[in-house]
């Protein structure tokens, strides 16, 4: 399952509630694939339904569990957290087990009980921080920064909690657990708040007398949280896309009308779409980052979110390399015969498709992979199988060669010019993309499934005709030859399970 921002679902039906040694591959699962959330479901032998809904969260893990079948389950508990036994101790107790009996039946060492629970919307992280003075103090490298602001907020502490970051002191003021203002070299307010989150070390101490003098802070502690994971995982996703603040950020040429932007964009976390539209409007293909976040005066919590959804929704992207300066005496552009570009590309293509042929790709990707830096490269290889009573197809119930033409020109319309549309073994597709790491290939076979699926030569309302399969060089496999083999494989996987998308990656789960 998959949402338009790349991020993906995960449900499983448990045969009963999870062991402390499962939540432990959980944690593992959770790390390894960081742009899933897994929801498992499990029924009690009181007929009583649950749900653990887990998800990465920059470097720890989001935990929520919800009683009741959907849409009608309410929300048991949250926290985010590494620490296994406080997540465990929570699920034991919400289903109603007895702490002791339910680790003797996992097989787990007899341990002292921790403390009870708190209400099922109260984080629990770190409850214990705050036994003695000497836990007013520490290193964020041993305690974590989310479970130090829980544990001040749980305790309904007063008073001033300070950092020392790397790039200066940081200051966060509590009022009976509640965030009321904060100050940092770069930032104020809740701005500040979400810049301590992505610290991983750092001296910290707790001072209850000192009181704040002003409140710049109106969200309660768990949205902050919350939201703070968000952006540090969003400006992850940047950093691995190769973008700093240097990066002349460029528009793919994807033309869009305003409604299908909001669409493309459209997010999980229901985000105001007015940032995002900000930013794509000031991209112009020669502004760097740092000039266009100068320009529109934008908090970082803003811009980091806005320009990752715009990114993953394919309508931004990264300019290679700095545009030159202007040269110090003119140069006159040399004049290109335009024949000779177009009879290099049908000596690529096929005459009949326009699609490019298979012979041409495997040249094409040969040379990527001579030519290719570090960027990711993703294969999408697909089947399209319309009803039998098409008008379109021939004998053998196969798209005419005039059909494959209008459905390689519709897919094209949504595609980058860098992306090569070709045909593969037998009747099969192939769509390779440069610098795309696999959520957002998979992104992009979503949206040629929405095109395709809207009337195009009998393929309108049969969702079942379609197959793709997508692989990932180097995420997946090492080489060209692994990468076809991946991509082909996952696609026959996706035919075979009656999935419209299967990528290589999730085969083995």
Request: aromatic share 6%.
């Amino acid at each position: 399952m998959f949402n338009r921002t790349g991020g993906r679902v995960k449900l499983l039906r448990l045969p009963a509630r999870p062991t402390f040694g499962e939540l432990q591959n959980y944690v593992a699962m959770a790390t390894k694939d960081r742009e899933t959330r897994f929801n498992y479901f499990w029924t009690t032998q009181r007929n009583e339904e649950f749900m653990l809904s887990f998800k990465s969260a920059a470097d720890t893990v989001e935990w929520r569990m919800y009683q009741g079948a959907r849409p009608n389950n309410r929300e048991l508990w949250f926290c985010i957290t590494t620490d296994l036994r406080q997540v465990y101790t929570q699920l034991v107790r919400a289903v109603g087990e007895e702490l002791s009996a339910a680790m003797q039946a996992d097989g787990m060492p007899s341990l002292a009980e921790p403390p009870a629970a708190q209400p099922a919307q109260s984080p629990q992280s770190g409850q214990s921080l705050l036994k003695g003075a000497e836990a007013l103090s520490g290193n964020l490298s041993i305690v974590h920064i989310t479970n130090l602001l829980q544990s001040l907020s749980l305790g309904q502490m007063s008073g001033r909690l300070q950092i020392q970051g790397p790039e200066g002191t940081i200051q966060i003021f509590f009022d009976q657990g509640t965030l009321v203002h904060a100050t940092g070299p770069n930032s104020i307010g809740i701005e500040c708040v979400y810049e301590a989150l992505g610290l991983k070390e750092g001296l910290f101490n707790f001072d209850p007398l000192i009181k704040p003098t002003q409140k710049t802070i109106h969200q309660a502690v768990q949205s902050a949280l919350m939201q703070g994971m968000l952006i540090l995982d969003k400006a992850q996703f940047l950093s691995s896309s190769g973008i700093d603040q240097d990066s002349i950020l460029t528009r793919t040429g994807i033309d869009v009308s305003e409604a299908d932007f909001e669409t493309l964009v459209a997010t999980e976390e229901d985000m105001d779409l007015a940032p995002m539209k900000r930013i794509f409007s000031c991209i112009d293909n020669r502004r760097t980052l740092i000039e266009i976040i100068a320009k529109l005066q934008m908090p970082r919590s803003q811009w980091v979110v806005g320009l990752a959804n715009l990114i993953r929704a394919n309508l931004v992207g990264c300019a290679a390399e700095v545009p030159a300066s202007k040269p110090a005496f003119s140069v006159a552009p040399k004049k290109l015969d335009q024949g000779l570009l177009e009879s290099s590309l049908k000596l690529l293509t096929r005459p009949d498709t326009g699609l490019y042929s298979y012979q041409a790709l495997l040249f094409l990707l040969d040379y990527e992979m001579k030519g290719r830096g570090h960027g990711p490269l993703s294969l999408i290889v697909f089947e399209l199988q319309p009803a039998a009573k098409s008008s379109l197809l021939t004998s053998r119930q196969q798209l005419t060669a005039g059909a494959i033409y209008d459905l390689g020109r519709k897919i094209s319309s949504i595609n980058r010019s860098s992306d090569i549309l070709a045909h593969f073994e037998g009747n099969d597709f192939a769509l390779l993309l440069r610098n795309t790491k696999t959520p957002e290939a998979s992104i992009t076979a979503d949206r040629i499934i929405s095109l395709l699926s809207v009337g195009t030569g009998g393929l309108e309302g049969n969702p079942q005709s379609m197959a793709f399969g997508v692989a990932c060089l180097p995420l997946d496999v090492p080489d060209m030859f692994s990468l076809l083999s991946a991509a082909e494989l996952a696609k026959n996987h996706a035919k075979q399970k009656g999935l419209p998308v299967m990528l290589f990656r999730d085969m083995s789960q």
